[in-house]
């Protein structure tokens, strides 16, 4: 339909006019006709033109009174600037975060600490209101919340007596992480009793576990998820409490345990092993700052202003102790994390053939923590095994190759921890009892980013957001 016929591209109409700059610029018609559209800028005073045909032809603004709305699907029109004006006066002008899109929810990273926006007596208020998710009447409908959508799941597996999910999707460094963990204590505290259970408490337990072992600082995000989670929290057949749960990993990226890009972090565990150094417990584990380890030092990041490493420790060793892991285990485990920092720092000499010192301090470090004598290490790193028929020979490798095997073995090593730690957790929250019913399940994926040269993994993980 044309402008000059359809009666909505007349003078005097506000719009939006694209801009490849800014995106989206607010200008009002002067003129329109079948074929041309011109338009004035507001705040450049530009007079610009626009084929009507053109896929970049202004779009119409919405009314007043509609900037702002909770629920997106109020707009009179639903398009990018519509959309991207109205979280953006929620934002900056309404202070909130979140913002309805039919029955989804849209976050926006405030990027700073919102602790009136979540805990226990926020969640309380919910309880006296309806979701807005297939309410007709004039109820008192919940503001948008992550607390509304986890809800919402709820009651419907209390209605319907089926299984629902939450999934947490969007771009890398938008929030993702803590809208899972908010859904999920959610689920605890409105599936519990008065008093928090053993369960409960161990559900909430497992959040700041999984973090430390499985989140790092990147450019965007001080605390990115680097792998995706999903954790189906299991009820009794009322739907009313929670009786277990279980988690899923997946992806893990075993790459950062040897390398980080500029300003990033390896994994929060080994900076937080690195703060406490000094502690008495910790005097067997040969630990240094985390500045002075090849595997934690490369994004010069070490230190960072929104994490405070050495409580995040004591608050985790809480936490595994609350799941049934005892302090003894606790170290063992800490003592492989440190091994891992020390083969990082292993000088690896020769040419065609590698060579390590037999006295290099962090090889024999390495080896101690990891229970190995030193030559053992030393030959896992500078010669491979080959299999020819009934034949096994070992064969020396090159320095660069030395430094390939080194790494790899790190990151295996990692790997095999990553997984015991979500098999404890999931031994702690497995539920003894028979009267299972449906579960509530929430996915927290990797965050989609896009870059100028796309590895494969990226590229699925962003065809997974999609």
Same mark, same amino acid.
């Given at each position: 339909m044309s402008a000059g016929s359809d009666g909505l591209f007349t003078p005097g109409t506000r719009v939006w006019v694209p801009n490849a700059q800014v995106g989206w610029e607010a200008g009002t018609i002067l003129s329109a006709n079948d074929a041309i559209i011109s338009v004035v800028v507001?705040?450049?005073?530009? #007079?610009? !033109?626009?084929?009507?045909?053109?896929?970049?032809?202004?779009?119409?603004?919405?009314?007043?009174?509609?900037? *702002?709305?909770?629920?997106?699907?109020?707009?009179?029109?639903?398009?990018?600037?519509?959309?991207?004006?109205?979280?953006?006066?929620?934002?900056?002008?309404?202070?909130?975060?979140? !913002?309805?899109c039919g029955i989804v929810l849209i976050a926006i990273n405030p990027y700073q600490r919102q602790d009136d926006l979540y805990g226990q007596e926020k969640i309380a208020t919910f309880g006296k209101k309806d979701t807005p998710f297939g309410i007709v009447d004039d109820a008192d409908i919940c503001e948008p919340h992550v607390y509304a959508v986890a809800k919402a799941a709820m009651e419907k597996?209390?209605? !319907?007596? #089926?299984?629902? @999910?939450?999934?947490?999707? *969007?771009?890398?460094?938008? *929030?993702?992480?803590? @809208?899972? #963990?908010? +859904?999920?204590?959610?689920? +605890?505290?409105?599936?519990?009793?008065?008093v928090e259970t053993s369960i409960e408490a161990k559900v909430l337990s497992s959040n700041p576990i999984m973090e430390c072992f499985g989140n790092a600082k990147t450019t965007r995000n001080d605390n990115s998820s680097r792998f995706g989670k999903y954790i189906a929290m299991y009820f009794g057949t009322a739907g009313r409490s929670i009786l277990g749960a279980q988690m899923r990993t997946y992806l893990l990226e075993k790459s950062r345990v040897v390398y980080q890009a500029e300003i990033e972090r390896n994994y929060h565990i080994f900076y937080s092993l690195c703060a406490c150094a000094d502690d008495p417990r910790f005097e067997n584990l040969l630990l240094n700052s985390a500045e002075s380890f090849h595997y934690t030092n490369q994004g010069g990041a070490a230190d960072v202003d929104s994490i405070d490493d050495k409580t995040n420790?004591?608050?985790? %060793?809480?936490? %595994?102790?609350?799941?049934?892991?005892? !302090?003894? @285990?606790?170290?063992? &485990?800490? *003592?492989?994390?440190? +091994?891992?920092?020390? &083969?990082?720092?292993?000088?690896i000499g020769g040419g065609e053939r590698a060579t390590v010192a037999p006295d290099d301090p962090h090889c024999e470090a390495a080896a101690e923590l990891f229970g190995l004598p030193t030559p053992a290490l030393v030959k896992a790193i500078t010669q491979k095994l080959v299999i020819a028929g009934k034949e096994k020979i070992n064969k020396p490798l090159s320095r660069e190759e030395a430094g390939y095997a080194r790494d790899a073995l790190a990151k295996h090593v990692y790997s095999h921890v990553f997984d015991w730690i979500v098999a404890v957790v999931n031994d702690s929250l497995a539920s003894s009892e028979t009267s299972i019913g449906s579960f509530i399940g929430v996915l927290d994926i990797y965050g989609f980013e896009t870059f100028p040269v796309n590895s494969y993994e990226q590229f699925c993980i962003n065809y997974a957001n999609e």
């Open positions: 507001d705040e450049s005073g530009q #007079k610009v !033109t626009f084929e009507v045909e053109s896929p970049l032809r202004p779009e119409l603004q919405n009314p007043e009174i509609l900037v *702002g709305a909770e629920d997106l699907t109020e707009l009179s029109y639903m398009h990018e600037p519509g959309v991207l004006r109205t979280l953006a006066v929620r934002f900056t002008q309404r202070k909130t975060v979140y !913002t309805y597996l209390q209605r !319907t007596n #089926k299984s629902q @999910s939450v999934i947490v999707s *969007g771009e890398s460094g938008a *929030g993702k992480t803590v @809208s899972a #963990k908010e +859904a999920m204590r959610y689920f +605890a505290q409105v599936g519990g009793a008065d420790l004591h608050e985790i %060793m809480e936490c %595994m102790e609350r799941l049934g892991i005892p !302090t003894e @285990s606790q170290i063992e &485990l800490f *003592g492989v994390m440190s +091994a891992i920092l020390h &083969l990082g720092n292993i000088d």
